[in-house]
Nanobody, 124 residues
Framework: QVQLVESGGGLVPAGGSLRLSCTDS????????MGWFRQAPGKEREFVAA????????YYIDSVRGRFTISRDNAKNTVYLQMSSLKPEDTAVYYC?????????????????WGQGTQVTVSS
């Protein structure tokens, strides 16, 4: 059974950094494409970044490319999102998700498992 738990959110001033973590308590973490999504108030949940099981392929939304870095440690069943140069428009609840298919990194409908989310607030 997959259970994803995010941590690392918080309040940070513009220009600051945060590192989000997402740990899977199951036994098949290495089977999944892992993604990060975010949802701001009144907006749809949007794709942020994704990483294949072996870290060979990494995907980003254009607005975070060069500022955010996704990585994973399969020995720890954990995926990370290092966020730097944060902007107020990055404020959202951030969710990690796991996809068994691995072919649709940007499509939230193709993800099978979701965490509960962690709040990131960037003050101006």
């Amino acid at each position: 059974q997959v259970q994803l738990v995010e941590s690392g959110g918080g309040l940070v001033p513009a220009g600051g950094s945060l590192r989000l973590s997402c740990t899977d308590s199951g036994q098949h973490f290495t089977s999944y494409l892992m993604g990060w999504f975010r949802q701001a108030p009144g907006k749809e949940r949007e794709f942020v970044a994704a990483i294949t099981w072996n870290s060979a392929r990494i995907y980003y939304i254009d607005s975070v490319r060069g500022r955010f870095t996704i990585s994973r440690d399969n020995a720890k069943n954990t995926v990370y999102l290092q966020m730097s140069s944060l902007k107020p428009e990055d404020t959202a609840v951030y969710y990690c998700a796991a996809q068994e298919d691995s072919r649709w990194p940007r499509n939230k409908a193709e993800y099978d498992y979701w965490g509960q989310g962690t709040q990131v607030t960037v003050s101006s």
